[in-house]
């Protein structure tokens, strides 16, 4: 088995994965360098990427790696900080995440992903087009989200199936989690903000789901 290690906008390295080889990228790794990476990870019938970073860093790696088709590369996780895909995944942080990552075994785990091709790490979260609240109807499967107002909606990948599950914010109520394969929204427009990367374009229908291919994380 080869361990690479993807270094993200400049993250520490844990001193247990010091002596690999490593390969330094921006906080959002960019096509090119991944190119240049996986055909020599390729050689090895058992590759492992450990990548440092954050959410949005992971899931540009894992979208490349779906629409290349290399989802058989073994992925470790190592954040800095916890961050929603550390909690939603069971990573742990720093040294800690490291040594799973080094020591643990593949698990096949639900690929998240939405309407626009991307992966969806830790959470996405939906708002109204001018930031205030998001109007429409959106739907977990069979069931329904929610229809009217609401203040946000927030979507977020699961360790095991179905695969997501989506909750909205109504003032003070408590939240309430409902679990599926996917979540549907249909909006007269809204901005979605993935893994802390907010789109760049106002949508009327958005979603998230399951893709037909689980990803590989070491933990």
């Known amino acids: 088995m080869s361990t690479h290690v993807l270094r993200c906008d400049g993250a520490p390295v844990p001193i247990a994965l010091a002596s690999l080889p490593l390969t330094q990228t921006a906080a959002i790794p960019d096509t090119g360098t991944l190119d240049e990476l996986l055909p020599v990870m390729a050689a090895d019938s058992l590759p492992r990427l450990i990548v440092l970073g954050e959410d949005a860093g992971l899931a540009a790696v894992l979208t490349h790696l779906m629409r290349t088709e290399r989802l058989h590369v073994e992925i470790g996780y190592v954040p800095i900080d916890r961050t929603y895909g550390s909690r939603a995944y069971e990573t742990g942080t720093g040294s800690a995440a490291a040594k799973r990552a080094l020591e643990g075994r593949p698990t096949e785990t639900p690929l998240i992903r939405d309407d626009t091709g991307k992966v969806l790490i830790g959470r996405a979260t939906i708002v109204g087009e001018d930031g205030g609240k998001l109007e429409g109807e959106a739907y977990v499967d069979d069931t329904r989200l929610f229809t009217g107002k609401v203040s946000t909606l927030h979507v977020s990948p ?45 949508v009327k229908r958005s979603t998230f789901y399951r893709h037909h291919e689980p990803w590989l994380l070491v933990r």
Request: avoid cysteine.
């Open 158 to 202: 699961m360790l095991d199936m179905p695969g997501l599950h989506a909750t909205v914010h109504r003032g003070l109520r408590k939240k309430r989690w409902v679990a599926g394969r996917a979540m549907q929204l249909g909006t007269p427009g809204a901005l979605v903000t993935r893994d802390g990367i907010t789109a760049d374009r106002v």
